[in-house]
């Protein structure tokens, strides 16, 4: 089992996790954060007071996938999240050794 | 051919009777009406909607235009300090304050009133006060009472205690409201010099304008003002309180004809034009400089045109309301903008620079640009050279006491009871610290 950590474009989300649930994933959890990366910041003006804003909403995804695939969930992601603009996100990869569903006591591949 | 002209003369000539006979008419009336007045049910029912108009100025409106410029942390303590204004200074109004604006003063009578309506002694159901119910002008002008120490808090925000708020309010409205009123609409000196202050110029917007600039030194520069991040924390709540504050001032100016007549009607067109003008005047000003337009400049510049036109809508034509408005929406952006920047004082939400520099620019072009025929005076435009430099004298007088008399007040306090948070109420925010509240 793999955790999939995508940040992305907030307007994105809808297109990746269509292209997710295409491949048989079910379920994936999503959270608003900031950050950034090379896109940087922007500033804005208030009555003449300019501030620089670092931060940029984004959108981080966590899905946790069966290994063999993991190839595949990384595809759709990118492909539904890329504009080929900067500040398009990144993707990250890292094993996960053990997962329970809570309703049923089922684990690893039968919990996902 | 000749006989027609004679005809025509003589027709002429005897409508020229009927009209003189029809005007002597109404000046019969009102002199019997001096002696005994009458209610005018039409001036009573625009009254009535007046004050309520200028009510919904201060509540929702500046409180939701204030508020959406604060950051997060302070929002409900900015529409407390709103609130709580409006509310103490109905009782303050009601104790003392209409007494001192609008009642006869004896030896004083050039500089205050007396104590003869104290507790709104002798206003009963039938008083009544020119051709309304004194109970109606007296509440019509309680809310010019309430909304006066409100447009303050826009400088003060996010660091002043919310006790001695209450205390500076209270004798703010004594002290400085209630004789500057006195001074051009309660028989004072101002008034008596020909100060043309139709509805406000300098009693509400110079007074308040200086007063917010004189708390703001006096409190000193918000922690962080100049290095934080203190973007507004909702500016869709500003504009809201923008747009009600336009609504609102219509019973502000219209409403200051105390009739409904076709000086309330030239006021309300005055108002909306100078309004209009004025917001793209900012709007244009910011284009031009920072190279895009603000949904904040343009809200802000049409405060700074209803301020403006506030002491000149009585007195003005539309060609002149175009160009008060215009030229308030400049002067008030550069004011709100590179001056405040380059003197460094932190006056919060623009109290002076759209109050006090609207109010400024509105109560001198007043004097440039009245129209005999519309108010009865005439301003430079029109030959009377001297009505600009008395309007200067009502623009200096009101400065002066303003400026003195809130910064006796407020070092008084400062001394008595502290008039700043201490330094972590005022990073954890105001709503949580003084009141045990958050937005969520």
Same mark, same amino acid.
């Given at each position: 089992m793999k955790l999939i950590t995508a940040i992305i474009k907030p307007f994105k989300l809808e297109e990746v996790r269509a292209a997710l649930t295409d491949l048989g994933l079910q379920g994936m959890t999503v959270t608003e954060v900031k950050g950034y990366g090379r896109q940087k910041g922007h500033t804005e003006i208030y009555r003449g007071a300019e501030y620089a804003v670092n931060f940029l909403p984004k959108i981080k995804i966590e899905i946790v996938v069966p290994s063999a695939q993991v190839d595949k969930a990384l595809e759709a992601i990118q492909s539904a999240a890329?504009?080929?603009?900067?500040?398009d996100g990144k993707i990250f990869v890292s094993p996960i050794e053990h997962t329970v569903?809570?309703?049923?006591g089922e684990s690893d591949d039968n919990a996902l | 051919m000749k006989f027609n002209h004679l005809k025509r003369l003589a027709a002429l000539a005897s409508a020229a009777t009927a009209v003189s006979l029809l005007t002597a008419l109404p000046a019969f009336a009102q002199e019997a009406a001096a002696e005994a007045p009458k209610l005018d049910t039409g001036d009573t029912a625009w009254m009535l909607t007046s004050t309520a108009l200028v009510l919904m100025m201060t509540v929702p409106g500046l409180a939701c235009f204030y508020a959406g410029m604060v950051r997060k942390k302070n929002v409900l303590s900015v529409m407390m300090k709103i609130f709580a204004t409006c509310c103490l200074m109905t009782i303050m109004w009601m104790v003392v304050g209409y007494s001192l604006a609008f009642t006869e003063g004896g030896d004083w009578n050039a500089y205050l009133g007396g104590f003869s309506k104290v507790f709104l002694a002798g206003m009963g159901k039938e008083s009544m006060s020119g051709t309304i119910p004194e109970s109606v002008f007296m509440t019509f002008q309680m809310t010019f009472a309430i909304i006066t120490p409100a447009l303050i808090v826009g400088a003060i925000v996010d660091r002043m205690k919310f006790s001695t708020l209450l205390v500076f309010m209270a004798i703010w409205v004594v002290v400085v409201y209630a004789p500057i009123t006195h001074w051009v609409w309660g028989g004072g000196f101002l008034g008596d010099d020909g100060v043309l202050d139709f509805a406000g110029g300098t009693v509400v917007h110079i007074n308040a304008g200086i007063a917010g600039l004189v708390a703001a030194i006096v409190l000193g520069r918000r922690k962080g003002y100049g290095q934080e991040n203190m973007a507004p924390y909702n500016l869709t709540l500003t504009v809201i309180g923008a747009s009600l504050l336009w609504v609102g001032w219509f019973g502000f100016n219209a409403g200051? &004809?105390? &009739?409904?007549?076709g000086s309330a009607g030239m006021a309300m067109a005055v108002t909306q034009i100078a309004t209009a003008a004025a917001a793209l005047a900012w709007m244009f000003s910011e284009w031009l400089v920072h190279g895009k337009p603000s949904v904040l400049g343009i809200a802000s510049g049409a405060v700074a045109g209803l301020v403006a036109i506030t002491p000149a809508s009585g007195f003005v034509d539309p060609k002149g309301a175009l160009i008060i408005g215009l030229a308030a929406g400049v002067g008030c952006y550069i004011f709100s903008t590179g001056v405040k920047r380059a003197l460094g004082y932190d006056d919060s939400l623009d109290v002076f620079g759209v109050h006090a520099v609207g109010g400024i620019i509105g109560a001198i072009l007043t004097g440039v640009f009245a129209v005999e025929a519309i108010g009865g005076t005439a301003g430079l435009l029109e030959g009377n050279f001297a009505q600009v430099p008395i309007q200067v004298w009502g623009v200096i007088a009101t400065i002066v006491w303003s400026g003195v008399a809130t910064f006796v007040i407020l070092i008084v306090l400062k001394v008595i009871m502290g008039i700043r948070v201490s330094e972590p109420q005022e990073v954890e925010g105001?709503?949580?610290?003084?009141?045990?509240e958050s937005l969520h």
């Open positions: 890329k504009t080929g603009q900067i500040g569903r809570i309703r049923t | 200051s &004809a105390v &009739a409904a007549n105001l709503d949580l610290a003084l009141h045990d």
